[in-house]
């Protein structure tokens, strides 16, 4: 069993949250706090027991000086500020003199937030690559570090594992959750279990197929990626997403598991990805060279549904159109919609389908809508995640 904060006495010591405040923004505005409310927890215990709080987390991709003013954690800081009803002491770097001076004055209960841990980026991809001196550096400002940034527990980051390697490590509130919860997808699974991947790539979860498709019952695969798997299936898909080189694995799949693997048999197309263009529902096999497939068809959800009606466990990653519009919102609505009405254990993973249990306001209606992403599909594949073994034993 990992570490968890609860393990440590925090009283008046630098205790290092590792956050995941990757949060939508736009112009300065936070699109949706999710993550940051699923982050408060964490910090209130750590604020009750008297710690010097010191919030790190990274935001977006840095590659140029641009993206700096783009990706900046200040509206984050505000709205901690706003939730915590507490000031945030906002120090706007990464390293240096200014940064240890704030860490040197600080009382407990004090909070700072470090800027942006992916600054570290412009300089020689020190954060992404876990630079071993920049690990070295963050740890040296703490005492205890604790990562609570689920959606980036299968990266090797400085911030993560490279702090975890130097100091005492425990796990958060969020990712103790998020394991917890994620565990009983993997572990004696209630069956019948149906898993339904959407998303745009074939490529980011062909891991996640290999190693689930012997222990769920049935994949119900729509979004971007069936068109390959329609593709594979000798159909053809008009000008809808198609990774080519993954046909073969695709062919593969489905000569093996043809009784597991479940793709749609009707299609929302359009000749354009925008609103208010005129669309069509097409059978398989109706598709012109010209159309673009965005949605899965109202016949599709009706034999999704069938797979979902009595089932006992489900995992979703992956929106089944293009949601964001919303004449391609319908299919994902309504699988949203069936899977509120089974008895199932039901999780909701990833990014975008957060982002849609959210904007359809299904997010309470679910067992759990994972914070993780890539994270959570790792989780699932029973990979290694190293910033989640690098966490000290009990
Ligand atoms: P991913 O990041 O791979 O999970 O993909 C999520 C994105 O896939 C979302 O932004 C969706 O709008 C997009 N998407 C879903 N279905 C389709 C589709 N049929 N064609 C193109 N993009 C899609």
């Not at 405040?21 to 936070?30: C, D, L, S, T």
């Not at 200040?74 to 003199?97: C, N």
């Not at 529902?281 to 899965?296: N, S």
Request: aromatic share 8%.
């Amino acid at each position: 069993m990992k570490k968890t904060i609860k393990d440590y006495d925090l009283g008046g010591k630098k205790v290092i949250i590792r956050c995941d405040f990757n949060v939508p923004v736009q112009n300065g505005i936070i699109k949706d706090e999710s993550r940051i409310k699923a982050s408060l927890k964490t910090i209130r215990y750590a604020l009750k027991n008297n710690a010097k709080i010191i919030l790190m987390s990274h935001l977006g991709r840095i590659k140029t000086e641009e993206d700096k003013q783009k990706y900046t954690l200040k509206p984050i800081a505000e709205s901690l500020s706003k939730h915590l009803r507490k000031k945030i002491i906002f120090i706007d770097e990464t390293h240096g003199p200014k940064l240890e001076k704030a860490i040197k004055n600080m009382k407990e209960k004090d909070i700072i937030l470090i800027e942006n841990t992916r600054f570290e980026d412009l300089n020689g991809k020190k954060e992404s690559n876990n630079d071993k001196n920049l690990g070295q550096y963050w740890a040296s400002l703490g005492d205890i570090f604790i990562n609570d940034a689920f959606g980036t527990i299968h990266r090797s980051h400085a911030s993560n594992l490279g702090i975890a390697s130097n100091i005492p490590s425990g796990l958060g509130f969020l990712v103790e959750s998020e394991i917890k919860k994620l565990t009983k997808l993997t572990k004696n699974p209630k069956k019948p279990y149906t898993i339904i991947l959407g998303g745009s790539k074939v490529s980011d979860k062909i891991g996640v197929i290999n190693n689930l498709i012997t222990q769920a019952d049935y994949i119900l695969i729509g979004g971007g990626m069936a068109f390959t798997f329609l593709k594979a299936a000798g159909f053809g898909i008009g000008s809808s997403l198609c990774e080519k080189e993954k046909i073969p694995f695709c062919k593969e799949m489905l000569d093996k598991y043809s009784d597991k693997i479940i793709l749609p048999i009707d299609v929302i197309t359009a000749t354009e990805i925008k609103e208010n263009v005129q669309t069509n529902e097409r059978f398989l096999g109706e598709i012109a060279e010209e159309e673009i497939g965005l949605d899965i068809g109202p016949k599709t959800v009706e034999v999704f549904k069938q797979y979902l009606d009595d089932c006992k466990t489900i995992f979703w990653n992956g929106p089944l159109g293009y949601f964001e519009i919303k004449a391609f919102s319908n299919g994902t609505k309504k699988i949203f919609d069936i899977i509120v009405q089974t008895k199932a254990y039901t999780v909701v993973g990833g990014g975008d389908t957060a982002r849609a249990a959210v904007t359809f306001n299904y997010q309470d209606k679910v067992s759990h809508v994972s914070t993780g992403g890539g994270a959570a599909l790792a989780y699932l594949e029973e990979k290694e995640l190293p910033a989640l073994s690098i966490i000290n034993e009990k």
